[in-house]
């Protein structure tokens, strides 16, 4: 079974397999041996066009594009003062996303993030009742501070523990996939077995940089029609696969951590 990579095994991977770059982890020619001390990830100093910084980017763009062309919906991050409860308070506060919902467009939430005053970006867990009762730790009893918890019931998100100093909450949500924060983060929302669609057209952004250079030129015109061929792919799974295997709205998705569930047809 197929595994995701990392961000840095991606690199390696599109430097390998479509830009004709040695990664320094992979045996060097001449000597037929790694680069001593080489990381996954490390930009070979004989060719270190491109950086990493620039695959980086390439893979950011060419999620963008795939997500362009197979018409997902695109993330959304939406952040929203919360007043801080009086303290004694018990339980969690509860909050109404229907009023963010417009267009319809919030189907699923990816992430969510605290901050206040001296608590910058806490990544909340997602739970729910079911798990708080079978450890014996209701939300109705856990007294006000700083959050570390959320759940979803129905249009409203509860907060937990309720804030007790005033902050803001910030998630990203929608249905499209989204690409690693870090070297050590993955691709979402996107099947592994789809994934290397994305090294591939991370590899023609690399090479659309410099398309002058004959040697680039005619990688990509080898790239493209595999590129376009996978796009299609994506696009007959999306179509009759993604309600089903799309995390829905009311449950937290893999990123989350604690919570998960898929509805599956």
């Known amino acids: 079974m197929a595994q995701a990579l990392n961000r840095a095994a991606m690199r390696d991977r599109i430097r390998r397999v479509y830009l004709g770059i040695t990664p320094p982890i992979d045996p060097q020619g001449g000597t037929g041996v790694p680069v001593p001390g080489a990381q996954v990830g490390d ?49 969690p506060v509860w909050i109404d996303l229907q009023n963010i919902a417009g267009n319809g467009v919030l189907r699923d939430i990816r992430r969510v993030v605290w901050s206040d005053a001296t608590h910058p970006s806490i990544l909340l867990q997602a739970t729910n009742w079911q798990t708080q009762d079978r450890l014996l730790s209701p939300v109705e009893r856990i007294p006000a501070g700083l959050p570390n918890a959320y759940q979803l019931q129905g249009w409203q998100l509860g907060l937990s523990p309720a ?4 902050g803001s909450l910030a998630f990203l949500f929608g249905t499209s996939p989204f690409g690693p924060a870090s070297d050590t983060d993955i691709i979402h929302q996107l099947p592994v077995d789809f994934h290397e669609i994305a090294f591939l057209g991370a590899a023609i952004r690399s090479l659309s940089r410099i398309a002058e250079d004959q040697e680039a030129k005619a990688k990509m015109e080898m790239l493209i029609p595999q590129w376009t061929v996978g796009l299609s792919e994506i696009m007959i799974w999306k179509n009759g ?3 089903s295997r799309q995390p829905s709205f009311g449950f937290a998705s893999y990123r989350v951590g604690i919570g998960l569930r898929r509805n599956r047809r």
Do not use: Y
């Open 241 to 243: 696969g993604l309600l």
């Open 43 to 91: 930009a070979p100093t004989q060719r270190p066009d491109p950086s990493n910084a620039v695959l980086n980017d390439c893979i950011e763009l060419a999620i963008t594009d795939l997500n362009r062309k197979c018409d997902f919906n695109e993330n959304r991050v939406e952040s929203f003062a919360v007043a801080g409860v009086p303290a004694g308070t018990r339980g």
């Open 163 to 166: 804030p007790s100093a005033d």
